[in-house]
Structure formats: C-alpha cells, structure tokens
C-alpha cells in the first residue's frame, strides 16, 4: 500500500512535468523572434525548427525586409531576404502564457525529486503530489486555450495507461499498451499534418500526446529494469548525492536559460546560493541512498550468517552426537540381546542423518557442487511421485578441479530453491535440471512447465520478500554471477544462474 | 589372518569398529589412525589387507586418500565405513576403487561379511546403498545400455532413443538385443518390466554419463 501510494505521487508529478515539457516543445517557442535595432535592419535570431516558418525556408541570422502587421496576429505577414511567407504564429499571448507556466513546471520538477526522495514515506509523497496537482490545475485554467487543450488531450491519452500502471502491476501488459497507443497517436499526427492543414491543433495535440506517451515509457522501462537503482547502489550514497545534486542544478540553469530571458549570471548566483543550502540536502540525501545500500548489505550479511549457522550445526551434528551413536551401536554388538536397542538407535541415526543433509548435504562439502546437485535431483524424484524430473548435469569427477566453495553452495541453494518453487508453486509435470560444472564457469538452469511467475507477482513477491526469488537473486549477486528469470513457451519458468572466474 | 587398517578420525567409533572387526578372530587390525596422512604413511609401512576407512578424516576425506593411493598404485582392498548413505557418496567411493560401502551404525555381522567379502576382493554393500551405478556393473551394463534403459522405460522408441543419444537406431536395437539375450527375455517389454522391478535406474541417470570419455 505504501508503495502505491508513493507511486501515485511520483507519478503525478511525473504527468505534471511531462505535461510541461509537451507545452514547451509544442507551444513553449514563438515560431519566430525577430530582433530589432535602431541602426541595423532587423535579424531573424530565432526560428522554431520544424514549424511553419521554418517550412519557409526562414532561418535565423536572415535579415527582415518587411513585416506588416494585420487585424489579428493570424494576419501577419513578413518577408525576408530569403523568401516570402503568409504568416507566423508569433503570438505574443502564448509566449506570455508559457512564461507564466514556467514556475509551475519548475516546481513540478522539483517535486519529483522529491517524490522519488520520499519513496520510503509515503505521507510526504503524497501530500506533495496533491499539492502539485492542485497547482497545476490552477495553472491551466488560467492559462490560454493552446495549454489546456494540450493538456486535456494529454490527460485524455495518458489516463488508461497510468490507470493500468496504478490497479494493475503488470507493468509489462503497460509497456505494450504504451507503446501501442504511442504509436497510434504519432500515426493520428502525421496523417492530420500531411492531409488537413485545418487540423493543425488537433494534429499539435497528438504529437503532445505521444510525447508524454513516450515519457512514460521510457519511466516505465526505467522502472522496470531498476538499472538506475542498482547503479546508485554501487556508489557510496554521499557521492550519489553530490552527483544527484550538482546535476539536478546544472539541469535547472541551463533549462532556464534557454527558456527565459534571466541573465546566466543571475542563474548562476542563484545555483551557488540553492549549493549553499546544500548540506542539509546532502545529509537527508546521502542517508536515503545509505539507508539502500545498508539494507542491501545487512541482507547478504544476514544469508551468510544463516548459511555459516545451518553448516555449523550440520558438522556438530556430525561430528558429536551421529558418531557417539554409532559407537553406542558398536558397543551394544559385543552385548546379545540388545538387538531392539541397536535398532532403535539405528533410527536415531537415521534422523540425524537425514536432519544433517537437509541442513547442508555432506557430499556438497565432500564430493562438490554435481554431487550436491544429484542429490537435490533425486530428492526432488523421491518426494513428488507425479511430477517428471529430468536432468542433465555434469557428472561428479573427483579429480577435476572445484569452483571456490561459496559459488558452489550459492548455485547449489539458488537450484534447490527454484526446484522446491517448481514443486510447490508452479503446478508443473516436467521439470529439468541442468547444470554444467567447472572451476571457472558454472552454469545452472531450473526449468518447469507450470503455470509460470506472472510479472506483477513476481515484483510483488520481489518487495515482499517471499517465493524466495529475492534470496536466490542476492545468492547471486553476493558471487558475482548472473540470474534471472523468464517465462518459457508455451507456458512455464526457467531459473538461470551463470557464473564465471574473473580473470 | 586378515590384515586391517581402520581410518577413523572419531575416537570413540574407530575403537568401536576395532572391537566389532576383531570379533572375527581372522581378522587383525594392525593400526587404527584418524588421518590421510597417517593412513598413507602406515600403508606405506606395513602389509594392509583391507582398509576400512570413513569419508570425513581429520585431514581431508576418504576420497582424497584414495585419489593419493591409486596414484602410488598402493590402494588396498577398501572398504568405506560411512556416517551416511547418500548415493553420491557410494558412487564416488566405487569410481575411485572402494569395493564395499557400509555404514557405521550396520550390525556387526554386516560389517565382518563386508570385511571379509572385501578382502576376498569382491564387492559389499550395505542394503539400500546399491545404486544404480553398481547394479550396473553388477549386472554388466554399460552406461550407454542404461541410457537405453532409461528410454525404454520412458515409453520412447528406438527411433528416439537413437536421436537422444546421437547413433542410429540399429544401434540401439543391437544394445537392446544385447541385453535381451543377456538376461533371457523375450521382449523389450520384458525388459522394462525387470528394470523396473530390479530398480535397475535406483538413481536418476546423467545423460552425460553417456558423453564421458573414457578414461575419466
């Protein structure tokens, strides 16, 4: 819950920013800014690439022949030395609109930072993205029809999508009806552009759309891989933070130069001073991103430990109370009639036995990873007598070299975890192992034709810790070998883990 | 008078299993030691006629003993006394030259027959530790007849066995005569039925076992 929660504030915040760069790249420019002196003629320094004045063959550094101004701004005309046009959409009005909107976007990009800063309180996100919500309304209806009906046509594409993303966490079904819907709107522009020269704002309306479309799934893909997460955690979070800072600066002077007369140097005092705030930015900041690290590596710290606990109780096992009961055995032998005795004991063993292996099995320790394997196989085998267990797995060669202990045992429970999965979870008949072993490469797969890890269920159990996927994904990263996981055809799951010597 | 040498790194168990051998008044054991490196030295030293020998050893394991004896070509008859019976182990123990596997807890009248049965040079093991590898090669079966074993017994045809295993149908249908003829059956019906009566595939088989090239 509070992950949604969080989402639907960054997520607004992301519609509003987006919304914004659509209102800049479709109405943000005049088509054209012409600059006038006393004593030179007049120069084109700007024309909006792309638009109708560009079409022209008008570009900037021309000189200005004539401009004569009409009833309305649709009337005007200008000339200059390059050629002759009917006229611009050099309307004062929007210009004026957009620079009133500039504040708002402003803020709404400073929100989602900040949105994404408070993923872990979910009050504070959402309380800022209704905030930004409420501005933002605000914003639009006072501002000229060109934004609203940008905005509204935005809204119009951007809410199945978003309502998808928020009910529904496949965000893979997302990405094709993004990706489906953007294309169809980029189509819609293209064809309205080329043949009615009439529809022009509604053609200017769908290109909005399929940039806020393709915004989204560019947030969507991001979000997805969680590839920038783990960049961020391999950097040590005070550097993350001095990164996030000096970028997100940079990125707001140079946007606001470019789209508002301010002198740089004002800006650039204006960065310095925002620096000088800094510091407490950077504590909060830096200790955010520690915060992810340290749950990180608490979490391999606290594998490790279990996994060093569950070997320590296997070899007293062993090493005390399975020997004084066979030697207990032995003794009774040399005494008839206690027969029943040793045989009692005999059980006893056997569940030492039995408690031992499933705590670590021996032969892992003793004969090494294939061994280890096979016996997770026959296992399997054993306790599911109506699923079919096939496996492929390089045979046990004792005088081959071995791949260092801990890869062994991770790539040992990261099989045994998804043949369990597969077992129980996954409704599967068939399951097949497959494992090639070697001192520097070692290659494991688990694949079932069960019902498969829906996207969204496999997040889910991801942020919740369950089905163990988390587990075997920190098992290997804390080796430094791949994993994954993907659906297989027609329907089931394959469990892959792949690991190989640095050199 | 059988010569024994008991390896044993558990003080209790190895007098334990020096009481239980000597029970046998053919048997002597000439050296109980917890090591490998012991182990060699006194193989080294003295005539063993049967080496008993449990897997965990204070410095290292059973396998690795066996690994350094057959290299000196020094290996005696052994036999491997085990706190457990996981298959792995048996079959690791056979490939490197054990010819019994037992276990600890085994009543004593099973362990003298498994002493004496190895030093006789013949195979012993403990009820429930044949696996599929022995049964094997007790029953003469090659790898690649177990492969077609296992087909068989998956409902597979020759045809497909052939295409599993990369030869011909022919010569699937040779090794499937082969084994008829050897144990006297009329079909490969018959075949599949004994095999799995007799637990011939106790253990899943690696298909790789099959591709291994000999000498490994």
């Known amino acids: 819950m509070k992950h949604r929660l969080a989402g639907v504030g960054l997520l607004l915040a992301a519609t509003v920013a987006a919304a914004y760069v659509v209102a800049v790249v479709g109405w943000g420019q005049p088509e054209i800014e012409v600059r006038l002196t006393n004593d030179q003629p007049p120069t084109v320094v700007w024309v909006l690439p792309g638009g109708p004045v560009w079409e022209r063959g008008i570009r900037p550094t021309q000189t200005v022949t004539s401009i004569a101004a009409g009833t309305s701004p649709a009337d005007w005309a200008m000339t200059t030395t390059d050629g002759r046009i009917e006229n611009t959409a050099s309307d004062p ?41 409420a501005i933002s309304a605000q914003a639009l209806l006072s501002a000229d029809m060109p934004i609203r009906s940008s905005a509204a046509g935005a809204a119009a594409v951007t809410a199945p999508p978003l309502w998808l993303w928020l009910w529904s966490s496949r965000t893979a079904r997302l990405r094709v009806v993004v990706s ?66 000096v970028t997100a600066v940079l990125t707001v002077i140079v946007v606001v130069a470019v789209l508002t007369e301010v002198p740089l140097a004002a800006l650039v005092l204006g960065g310095g001073i925002a620096l000088l705030a800094y510091p407490a930015v950077r504590r909060r900041l830096g200790s955010t991103i520690d915060e992810l690290v340290l749950s990180e590596v608490r979490g391999r710290a606290s594998l490790a430990a279990v996994e060093d606990e569950r070997g320590r109780i296997a070899r007293e096992l062993h090493d005390a109370p399975l020997q004084e009961v066979a030697a207990v055995i032995r003794d009774l032998d040399r005494h008839p009639g206690t027969e029943k ?30 061994a280890a394997l096979q016996h997770v196989v026959a296992q399997a085998t054993a306790g599911s007598p109506g699923i079919e267990i096939e496996s492929d797995i390089t045979p046990v060669d004792l005088y081959s070299g071995r791949a260092p202990a801990q890869v062994e045992l991770a790539v040992f ?7 369990e999965n597969a077992l129980r979870h996954s ?10 072993v070697g001192p520097t490469e070692v290659e494991a797969s688990v694949a079932d034709d069960g019902r498969g890890i829906a996207a969204g269920a496999a997040r889910a159990a991801l942020q919740a810790g369950h089905l163990g996927l988390a587990t075997m994904a920190q098992r290997a990263a804390l080796i430094g070998a791949e994993f994954s996981t993907q659906p297989t055809v027609p329907h089931g799951t394959l469990v892959r883990v792949h690991w190989q010597a640095k050199r | 008078m059988t010569r024994v040498l008991i390896v044993e790194d558990a003080e209790i168990v190895a007098s334990g299993l020096r009481a239980t051998i000597e029970q046998d008044p053919a048997n002597e ?108 090669k007790q029953l003469g079966l090659t790898p690649r007849d177990r492969s077609v074993v296992a087909g068989i017994l998956a409902g597979r045809t020759n045809d497909e066995i052939g295409a ?25 019906v018959e075949l599949a039925q004994r095999a799995e009566h007799e637990q011939w595939l106790a253990s899943p088989v690696s298909a790789d076992e099959d591709r291994r090239p000999k000498g490994t």
């Open chain 1, 93 to 133: 009005a929007i210009q004026l609109a957009m620079r009133d909107w500039l504040p708002v976007a402003m803020l709404a990009l400073i929100l989602c930072l900040a949105a994404w800063l408070a993923i872990r309180r979910p009050q504070i996100a959402t309380a800022l993205a209704v905030l930004a919500v």
């Open chain 1, 180 to 245: 489906v819907m953007a294309g169809l709107v980029a189509l819609v522009w293209l064809t309205a552009r080329a043949a009615f020269p009439d529809l022009y704002d509604i053609a200017e309306i769908a290109r909005a759309a399929a940039i806020i479309i393709g915004l989204l799934l560019v947030a969507a893909v991001l979000i997805e891989q969680r590839g920038w997460r783990q960049a961020l955690l391999n950097l040590e979070g005070r550097r993350a933070a001095d990164l996030f800072a």
């Open chain 1, 341 to 370: 005795e040793a045989d009692m004991l005999r059980q006893a063993a056997s569940h030492l036995r039995q408690v031992t292996t499933e705590l670590r099995p021996p032969v892992l320790d003793d004969l090494g990873l294939p």
């Open chain 1, 413 to 419: 429970r990261i099989v045994q975890e998804a043949v």
């Open chain 1, 427 to 436: 409704g599967a008949t068939l399951i097949r192992v497959v494992a090639r």
């Open chain 2, 29 to 136: 054991v000439v050296a109980v030691v917890p090591s490998v490196e012991l182990a060699e030295e006194a193989i080294r030293s003295k005539r063993i006629d049967v080496l008993v020998c449990d897997i965990r050893l204070a410095d290292g394991t059973a396998f690795d003993l066996l690994k350094r004896l057959a290299g000196r070509d020094l290996q005696p008859p052994t036999l491997i006394v085990s706190s457990y019976d996981l298959p792995q182990y048996v079959d690791a123990a056979l490939q490197l030259g054990a010819l019994g596997y037992v276990l600890k807890t085994a009543p004593a009248r099973e362990l003298l027959a498994a002493v004496t049965t190895v030093a006789a040079r013949g195979g012993a093991y403990g009820p429930g530790l044949v696996t599929s590898v022995i049964k094997a």
């Open chain 2, 164 to 188: 599993e295993l990369g030869v011909s149908r022919k010569t699937v249908e040779v090794h499937v005569s082969n084994m008829l003829e050897r144990f006297g059956l009329a079909s490969r």
